[in-house]
């Protein structure tokens, strides 16, 4: 079976300008987190979804936002970039939301986002 | 928010020797998993492991949630073994908190 896998896997864009993240998760996964990986810094949490509502969100500001599909897939959606948005953007899936059951969360490859 | 310490911060071994990770967590946790992220970025799951004792060839790991912390070893070395080992633990809700890792640097 495929991971979760995400899309583009690099990106290069200018101050100012908005940005589309994909990703979609391990067959059978209901839930997807994505994650702010700064060079040198471990990720943080930034949201996550279970059956398209959105159950928890990070300290970012809300030029931020993401949605999820029917199909469990998600976007992350980042609006006028700043220098600082330069990061590794992380997805992961779970099989059920950890509110519900204790289950490990399995990571994507990353996108790696440049600002210039 | 949950604090997630790890030590050490860097280690540098030789081909071949042993080592132990550690990872100090505030409060009591349902989740804590260990991550390999090699040098391309690709962050790998190593053990889902709340509590107890679990092996994967020449790694294992032991959680020890009364008293909050884990333990990752790394036994007979490799050079692949190097990248940042990341500990993160999930506090009965919805997202892991990452401690700042401890990079791995395994010599020939």
């Known amino acids: 079976d495929a991971g979760v896998t995400q899309s583009p896997t690099h990106l290069i864009k200018t101050r100012g300008q908005h940005v589309t993240l994909r990703c979609s998760p391990i067959s059978g996964h209901k839930s997807v987190s994505w994650y702010q990986q700064v060079l040198g810094q471990g990720p943080q949490f930034i949201f996550q979804?279970?059956?398209?509502?959105?159950?928890g969100r990070g300290n970012f500001p809300d030029r931020f936002s993401a949605r999820q599909f029917p199909n469990y897939s998600s976007e992350l959606n980042v609006n006028a970039l700043l220098l600082g948005d330069s990061a590794l953007y992380l997805c992961?899936?779970?099989?059920?939301?950890?509110?519900?059951?204790?289950?490990?969360?399995?990571f994507g490859d990353g996108t790696r986002l440049s600002i210039l | 928010g949950i604090q997630v310490e790890q030590s050490p911060p860097d280690l540098i071994l030789q081909e071949g020797a042993n080592s132990t990770l550690r990872c100090n967590f505030s409060d009591s946790v349902n989740n804590l998993q260990w991550f390999h992220q090699n040098p391309w970025g690709q962050l790998i799951n190593l053990f889902y492991i709340p509590s107890g004792t679990k092996q994967n060839g020449r790694l294992s790991a032991t959680t020890v949630a009364t008293e909050r912390y884990s333990l990752l070893y790394i036994s007979s070395s490799q050079t692949t073994d190097s990248g940042v080992y990341f500990c993160a633990v999930e506090r009965y809700d919805y997202k892991l908190s990452f401690g700042a890792g401890t990079t791995v640097t395994v010599r020939a």
């Open positions: 992961a899936s779970s099989l059920i939301w950890a509110g519900y059951s204790n289950q490990p969360q399995h």
């Open positions: 979804y279970y059956e398209k509502e959105e159950r």
